[in-house]
């Protein structure tokens, strides 16, 4: 049986090759796309996201647009929030449109009857928590549906990238993400300590532009587009691709080691949106979280070849 998912997401780079990732995959169902404000803002997203999709083929999956900011507080973009939508630079195939129906309203739907069919869906969280904290808000019935959530966001060792002390997606509505960790809903948590293991270099992206179709070719101008190298910081050349390794462990979980632990977030002063994990269980209190810690760089690049790959294949036919 499939798992079904909703990607909730604020598209950015790393985050089209996720879906991409995810739409190429069998043992996935992607029930949605639901869009938030994060990287650029909401409209630019949902551009984004339609271009995305219409680039896989994969028109029968549903944009719903989102939250246009934070919970409380000042909305913050991402780094290269100033060039907005990245549509054009897909060479647009066409795009997705967006549905009437609200993100929040979606996902509200979908869980609760999730929760009578006693089937629970997975959410893949991308970007900032904004609309599933107010969809956890709705009512107590919507964690019933819920499986868990697998999220890219927080930093510990690694620190911040958007700041010195905080991860972008915590940061951008740090309220939002303390919604969450307390909603008693398994999570899954994908930090920075972890993805800025696995780095794609040039010679990956001339593996996906050859082998993965016209998404593969985006990928490999995008990442090129907006150069992630940090060699001062990584020691190495290659960009990580964080987004995407939320969609591998739910396709090879077994790339992954993490540990369960209690995490919390900073919601309030000038380190809001730290992150913070009791790895050495000095709260003595019940873990709300799993942590990786660890990814196998190898196998999760040959993960993505191997997924991404079925965009050549459909090109060929």
Known sequence: MTEQIIIDTDPGVDDAVAIWLALAAPELEVLGITTVAGNVSLSDVCRNAGSIIAKSGRQDVAIYAGSHGPLTGTQRFGKYAHIGSFASLLKDEGSVAVSAEHAVQFIVRKAQEAARQQRPITLCALGPLTNIALALNFSP???KGIKRIVMMGGAFSAMGHRTPWAEFNF???PNAAARVFRSGIPLVIMPLDMTFQALLTEAHLEVLAHDAGEPGRA??????TFDRNDPGRFLRDGGPVHDATVIAWLLEPELF????????IATTGETAGYCWADFYHKLKQQANATVMRHIDEQGFHSLLQRVLAVYGSKGEK
């Open 219 to 224: 990928i490999q101008h995008l990442f090129t």
């Open 257 to 264: 080691q993490g540990c369960e632990v209690t995490v919390g």
């Open 141 to 143: 019935e919507v964690a």
């Open 171 to 173: 940061y951008a509505d």
